[in-house]
C-alpha cells in the first residue's frame, strides 16, 4: 500500500474516550490526507496535511483533530470518541512527492468502532 | 455541495464479458477524474485517471470515458475476470489548488461469475 501503515488496524473503544490513529509513510511525501469511509457515502475527506505543522480542514472535521510533527507521521485524534465517529479510517498521500497531486494512494485502514 | 454519484449500486457479469460502470458527476468545475478499486478490508487502489480536457483514456483491460457535456464518466473493464470482484468507485476534484481533495461516489459493487 504505497510504504503508508496505519495503526491500529482494529480498534474497540467507549463513547467519550481519547483515540489517537497513526499514519506512517515512508517515502518523504509532502501531502498527507485523512479519509473516513461509511457505507452510502464513499469516502469523506477530514483533514489535510501539506507539511509539517501545516494542517487544514476537510469536509467532514468537526470532532476531529490532527498533527503533523514530522514528514512521515500524521496523527488523526478524537478528542472524546462518539459512535458517529464509528467508521473506517483511511490514510492517503498525495503521489508527487513535493508539489500536490490529485492521485491519492491509500493506506489499508483503521477500523474503529465506538461503543 | 456537488457530489459525484453512481446509476448503478450493483453489477454481476460473467467471466470473459465486458463490464461497464457508470457514475454522474455535478460539479461543472470538476478537472479531474479517478476510478479506484477496493477490495473486501482493503484500501481503494488506482485504476485509472483522466483529466477534462480529454474524453478517453485507455489502461490495461480498462478504459474511463469522460462525457462533460452531460456529466459522465465510465469505467470499462475487459474481459472481466473473477479477480474483477471488488467494489469501484469514481472520484473528482474541483481543481485549482484542492489537491487530494477528492469527491466520492458511493461505489459499485461488481461481481464476476466464473
Known amino acids: 500500500d504505497a510504504g503508508i501503515t496505519q495503526s491500529p488496524r482494529h480498534k474497540v473503544t467507549e463513547t467519550g474516550t481519547p483515540v489517537t490513529l497513526r499514519c506512517h509513510q515512508t517515502e518523504n511525501h509532502r501531502y498527507m490526507y485523512w479519509y473516513r469511509q461509511d457505507p452510502g457515502h464513499g469516502l469523506r475527506l477530514i483533514h489535510y496535511s501539506y507539511g509539517v505543522k501545516d494542517t487544514d480542514k476537510g469536509e467532514v472535521s468537526d470532532g476531529y483533530s490532527v498533527s503533523r510533527s514530522k514528514t512521515e507521521d500524521f496523527l488523526l485524534t478524537l478528542e472524546s470518541a462518539t459512535s458517529s465517529q464509528t467508521s473506517v479510517y483511511f490514510c492517503?498521500?498525495?503521489?508527487?512527492?513535493?508539489?500536490?497531486?490529485?492521485?491519492?494512494?491509500f493506506g489499508s485502514g483503521t477500523q474503529l468502532s465506538v461503543l | 455541495g456537488e457530489s459525484v454519484g453512481l446509476h448503478l449500486p450493483t453489477l454481476s457479469v460473467q467471466e470473459g464479458d465486458n463490464s461497464i460502470i457508470n457514475c454522474a458527476y455535478s460539479n461543472s468545475a470538476s478537472d479531474y477524474f479517478i476510478w479506484y478499486k477496493q477490495e473486501s478490508g482493503k484500501g481503494p487502489q488506482f485504476i485509472i485517471d483522466?483529466?477534462?480536457?480529454?474524453d478517453k483514456r485507455q489502461g490495461q483491460r480498462v478504459t474511463v470515458l469522460l462525457n462533460k457535456t452531460v456529466k459522465h464518466l465510465s469505467l470499462q473493464i475487459a474481459a472481466t475476470q473473477p479477480g474483477d470482484s471488488a467494489v469501484y468507485f469514481c472520484a473528482e476534484n474541483a481543481g485549482g489548488t484542492s489537491y487530494g481533495k477528492l469527491t466520492f461516489g458511493q461505489g459499485t459493487i461488481l461481481t464476476v461469475h466464473p
Open positions: 492517503a498521500i498525495s503521489e508527487s512527492k513535493g508539489l500536490g497531486s490529485e492521485k491519492l494512494l
Open positions: 483522466i483529466r477534462s480536457n480529454m
